[in-house]
């Protein structure tokens, strides 16, 4: 098991995704990853430009900050994805966890596999 405050980089990336209701589990500054359906983008005019993306899944919902830098790499993906994953840092304030992305990838395909006839499952992410 590992230590009860290990350093942020010694908390191992998730080969797919940490669920939402473990995201008290890591260090702050741990970089990890989310995944989970878009329930709100918020693009606020006082944000210059950051966007804050709420993904929800069976476990419960992840606050992703989206940095102006980040979106213009990822902006399809941010704008038009209905299913996410993120990989970026974790930052805890006030007890509220936020991962501030660095990576942003659109898995919105695997929905859609789920509408065909005889599919039990869309399988694991890529």
Known sequence: MYPVTPHPDAWPRPPR???AGLLDRPPNGARVTVAGLVLVRQRPGTAKGVIFVTLEDETGT???VVWRAIYEKFRRAVIAG???RVTGRLQREHGVAHVLA???EDLSPLLDSLLRPGASS???PP
């Open 62 to 64: 992840a606050n992703v």
């Open 82 to 84: 209905r299913l996410l």
């Open 102 to 104: 660095e990576r942003v």
């Open 122 to 124: 869309p399988g694991p």
């Open 17 to 19: 995704a940490l669920p």
